[in-house]
């Protein structure tokens, strides 16, 4: 009988040689007792395969364009992340599905861990009635749109059958002549 590989990277493989985890737990009688370590290098960088060399994490927040209060927020929530975090990218503000996106969104860049994490804790607190779809760019926009993405309140069916043709063939690629 063949072995499989498993489809994931082995997290393990820097500690292998590692001394075995403590099962002692800290004082409040619940959590596990970690002993001090080096400080991990995904505070401060993007874990490949995210391409971090443009932006690493893109925030799509969504909101129903024909409820007006879903839409008088959402204006009030672009303009308020463009107050208070100024060093982010933010793209125009849309009141029509574009893309693969179902519904009216606006779009911000994040460039590094710290400001991704910072947003969506900011986010989660501060979304009101819109969705956010957040998700890595690891130049899969197909992959990086569904099995790497991770929603905030309700998640919307994107339409990536665009995304597939851009992955399968990459951006700058020759497609062939579509029939019809």
Same mark, same amino acid.
């Given at each position: 009988? $063949?072995?499989?590989? =498993?489809?994931?990277? %082995?997290?393990?493989? $820097?500690?292998? %040689? ?7 737990? /800290? =004082? !409040? ?14 505070? %401060? ?5 995210? !391409?971090?060399?443009? +932006?690493?994490? %893109? ?12 839409? @008088?927020?959402? *204006? ?5 992340? *463009? *107050? @208070?975090?100024?060093?982010? *990218?933010?793209?125009?503000?849309? @009141? ?12 911000? /860049? ?32 197909? =992959?990086?749109?569904?099995?790497? =993405? ?10 990536? +059958? ?9 951006? +700058? $690629? ?7």
């Amino acid at each position: 009988m $063949a072995t499989q590989t =498993a489809p994931y990277a %082995d997290l393990l493989s $820097a500690y292998k %040689d590692a001394e075995t985890l403590p099962e002692t737990f /800290n =004082a !409040d009688g619940k959590s596990l007792y970690n002993p001090p370590g080096p400080r991990s290098s995904a505070y %401060d960088e993007f874990p490949a395969p995210i !391409d971090s060399s443009n +932006n690493g994490f %893109d925030f799509h927040i969504y909101y129903m364009q024909a409820i007006d209060s879903q839409k @008088e927020y959402a *204006r009030a929530l672009h303009e308020r992340i *463009r *107050r @208070e975090f100024p060093e982010l *990218r933010i793209y125009r503000f849309w @009141e029509k599905p574009v893309g693969p996106h179902p519904v009216a969104m606006f779009e911000v /860049n994040t460039f590094t861990p710290h400001q991704t994490g910072t947003l969506i804790s900011w986010l989660v607190v501060h979304r009101g009635p819109c969705s956010v779809l957040v998700h890595p760019n690891t130049g899969d926009s197909y =992959a990086d749109h569904t099995e790497l =993405a991770t929603w905030i309140g309700k998640p919307w069916p994107l339409h990536v +059958n665009i995304l597939k043709r851009e992955a399968r063939f990459g951006p +700058n $690629a020759q497609r062939p002549a579509q029939n019809g």
